[in-house]
């Protein structure tokens, strides 16, 4: 299953340079855990990262982490499978 994971924030380049160190760390943890699917700008400086999960509770275990590590709110969302 995929998740599509939203980070909410409303400020533009409101990041620390310590958050940046922590999103960096947790995005490469992302990668070498298998789950990191893409990221692209949905609009600035919102983010969306797609996580690779068996299921809705190893999603939400690596949002959480996420959530600390750029001190932001998470969304995550199923994706839908195709028809």
Sequence with gaps: MQYLVNVIDYRSESGTVQEAVAIDAFNEKLVTGGHWVF?????????????????????????????????????????????
């Design 39 to 83: 990221a692209a700008g949905l609009a600035d400086p919102t983010v969306s990262t797609v996580i690779d999960a068996p299921d809705l509770d190893v999603a939400l275990k690596l949002v959480c982490e996420g959530s600390k590590a750029c001190n932001r709110r998470l969304e995550v969302r199923p994706l839908l499978s195709d028809p």
